[in-house]
């Protein structure tokens, strides 16, 4: 008998005074979930961020890339990686100056590897959504956004669109019909890479970067009450 | 592996505790420890309600997940398929390990590196694969630090938490290579941030846990802080991953409450810095990820667990380690003393599944049964009334329907059975009770006064001159 007919075999052996029935999940997030306005949803998602370390930077969709630009010359940037053929990619590379070099994930990574590991200094990637109860932001990795770009470089720029701020993980997953197919890797980012593993002091930049930046893309409506 | 089994484990047991309870620096360490986990958690959970509603989602999800493991394990097996991965069963740790090592000759690999995984530790994974000449290098990094000290994790969250600062400072000044002593936490990291960034550049196999499988969907979600786990799944070009049976659930929509209560009662974080839900190799068209994909489940006594519908219970755990974070016994003598890979409260209920009772019986009897532990635990396991349970199984006769496990009677000893089936006799005979309290009251003069453990750390016991019976008596003749 194979080891599988044998475990499932013992498993199915096993007696069952009584049939648990499915457990009412969405019931429960449905009754916990607050309600509150977009503003306060953003505050919420931006303050667990900060918490975590995050550097937040509220911007608009004419102004995000020159903030982008700034910071990089503010962190001493040299190098940033984007992705292949993006439009937020695009966008900075047609606006960055001589000395921020901006490179493409264009091929696989085995064929520049020590590229990636040693000479990139930061990356930039969409986020797709995010969760405001425990300020994470979702990205789904694509081949044109691969998922080492959000782990290798030591600090790491993400584009958010307020618009796409979810209460929680649950009403994250079932707005956006996770369950119908997943990618091959989707991530929740809550903060840069740190540990607490020697005697319980917080160090940031264990293994990913050392530094996570939201530029969080405000809504139409908001920029022109900001601008009134 | 053959595992060691110890000839005496009661004072094996009694000698690894005393050992710890002698080292001040030690229990310095972990009172410190538990202290902060213990506030940090407490920070996560202001409202008792919330925590109380989703206590009982989590045991809901988690016992129809058991209830329906079988259909749920294939169904992940027919997914994960479906998206490209390979899926192998293991029945104990020998079988998990010849699987590795067919993977990685098959790859042609030499070099593993690994992200923290608690049943990689149970099966030996790093020593068969050291015995095959495979490398198999810790990537988080507490288990680093364990790794370059000769060591095994001392806590299933914080595998270092029984070392000090200055201790890895040394450990590193003397192990890694052009490294000067340095206390600084901040430098300590990024010396092993350098040095695993070239690990998971070399590997050709990256090994990982999973948290939580979803049998729906065929995704296999992994949470943690560091990022070397999510290093270890994307790098290497052959991702395996290994896990318990007992970790998978139905539906997507399972994960948000188990994730919320893992890591909120593990390290009191709202969530982990990173979530990390894999659901296959790497397609056509992607630029990173592994190009081939493992899956390892592993029985190893879990099926025993599974048998007895009051012990199944024990499988309900998601591996938070809040109970040894509240546990009287664990802050005193640390996770090394149980001699289990997995200590404390859920050690003691889990080990007998995995190691068989014969030399884990000693466990189910170091606690006070205080309940601290089910009070925490956010799958609600019952704890102490499994701990007892256990304790009964270890005494039972053997060869008799009394014992059900492996090792069942392990702990019977004929001084104990001898006194507690006269203690039985005298009180469930009122004659015999009367005339034996009569001999103690009257006899008291004769008590010993050493008392074995009990005049270690108090007075000798000696029976009141009179029974409560002839108090009694007395008063009604006044």
């Known amino acids: 008998m194979s080891a599988r007919d044998a475990i499932l075999g013992r498993l199915r052996a096993a007696n069952h005074a009584r049939q648990p029935t499915l457990p009412e999940v969405a019931a429960w997030y449905t009754a916990q979930r607050r309600h509150e306005s977009t503003s306060e949803r953003t505050t919420r998602l931006c303050t667990l961020l900060e918490a975590a370390h995050t550097e937040v930077h509220v911007v608009t969709r004419t102004d995000w890339t020159a903030k982008l630009l700034q910071l990089c010359v503010d962190k001493q940037l040299h190098r940033l990686l984007v992705g292949n053929n993006t439009p937020h990619g695009n966008a900075v590379q ?47 990795p694509t081949p044109d956004e691969p998922r080492l770009m959000s782990l290798v470089p030591p600090v790491h720029f993400v584009l958010l669109d307020e618009a796409n701020i979810h209460a929680d993980f649950h009403e994250a997953m079932t707005q956006e019909g996770w369950s119908a197919g997943m990618p091959t890797n989707a991530l929740l980012i809550s903060g840069p890479s740190k540990t607490a593993d020697i005697q319980q002091t917080l160090a940031y930049g264990a293994h990913g970067p050392k530094e996570l930046v939201l530029l969080l893309l405000q809504t139409q409506a908001a920029e022109e009450g900001g601008a009134a | 592996m053959k595992k060691v089994i110890p000839i005496h484990p009661r004072e094996e047991f009694q000698a690894r505790s005393r050992s710890v309870l002698n080292d001040p620096a030690q229990r310095k360490n972990f009172r410190g420890a538990m202290d902060y986990l213990q506030s940090k958690r407490r920070a996560q959970f202001v409202d008792d309600s919330e925590l109380q509603g989703l206590r009982t989602l989590g045991e809901a999800i988690r016992q129809y997940s058991l209830a329906n493991l079988p259909r749920l394990l294939e169904q992940l097996e027919a997914n994960l398929q479906a998206r490209g991965v390979q899926v192998h069963w293991a029945q104990n740790a020998d079988e998990a390990n010849a699987i590795a090592l067919t993977i990685a000759n098959k790859a042609q690999a ?80 990024a010396i092993g941030r350098r040095v695993l960034r070239r690990k998971f550049a ?145 050690g003691a209920i889990i080990s ?127």
């Open chain 2, 110 to 189: 030499s070099r593993i590196i690994k992200g923290k995984s608690m049943v990689s530790e149970e099966v030996g994974f790093n020593h068969a694969m050291e015995a095959a000449g495979v490398e198999a290098f810790e990537s988080d990094m507490g288990e680093y630090i364990v790794q370059l000290a000769g060591e095994t994790p001392s806590h299933i969250i914080m595998p270092a938490i029984h070392k000090t600062k200055q201790e890895i400072a040394t450990l590193f000044a003397k192990e890694v290579p052009g490294v000067h002593y340095t206390e600084d936490v901040d430098a300590l990291i």
């Open chain 2, 352 to 478: 007998p599944h995995l190691l068989g009772l014969e030399s884990t019986y000693p466990l189910a009897f170091a606690s006070t049964l205080c309940g601290a532990c089910s009070e925490v635990c956010p799958v609600k396991i019952p704890i102490p009334d499994i701990l007892v349970r256990l304790r009964n199984e270890a005494q039972a006769k053997p060869d008799t329907e009394e014992g059900s496990l492996r090792g069942s009677g392990a702990g019977r000893t004929v001084a104990a059975t001898a006194v507690w089936s006269m203690w039985s006799q005298i009180y469930s005979r009122s004659g015999m009770y009367r005339l034996a309290s009569w001999f103690m009251s009257r006899g008291r003069s004769m008590s010993p006064s050493e008392q074995g453990a009990w005049t270690q750390s108090r007075t000798p016991l000696i029976p009141a001159p009179k029974r409560l019976r002839d108090l009694l008596k007395e008063k009604s003749k006044k």
């Open chain 1, 94 to 140: 047609t606006c960055a100056p001589g000395n921020l070099q901006v490179l493409r994930f264009e091929q696989p990574v085995a064929a520049w590897q020590d590229q990636l590991f040693d000479a990139v200094d930061a990356s930039l990637t969409l986020a797709r959504s995010a969760i405001a109860e425990t300020g994470s932001l979702v990205l789904w």
């Open chain 2, 202 to 346: 070399e590997a050709d196999i990256g090994l990982s846990g999973v948290n939580v499988a979803v049998a729906e969907t065929g995704t296999l979600c992994l949470v943690e802080n560091e990022g070397n786990g999510r290093m270890c799944t994307t790098v290497p070009r052959v991702h395996i991953a290994i896990t318990g049976i007992e970790k998978v659930v139905e539906k997507l929509e399972h994960v948000p409450p188990l994730l919320s209560l893992l890591t909120r009662s593990a390290t009191g974080q709202p969530i982990t810095t990173y979530v990390n839900m894999i659901s296959g190799p790497r397609r056509v068209g992607e630029l990173d990820g592994p190009e081939e994909m493992h899956l390892i489940l592993l029985d190893n006594g879990r099926t025993q667990a599974y048998a007895d519908e009051e012990l199944r219970a024990t499988l309900q755990c998601i591996r938070c380690g809040a109970c040894m974070n509240h546990c009287p016994v664990y802050a005193r003598i640390g996770g090394h003393a149980y001699g289990t890979t997995y200590p404390g409260p859920i």
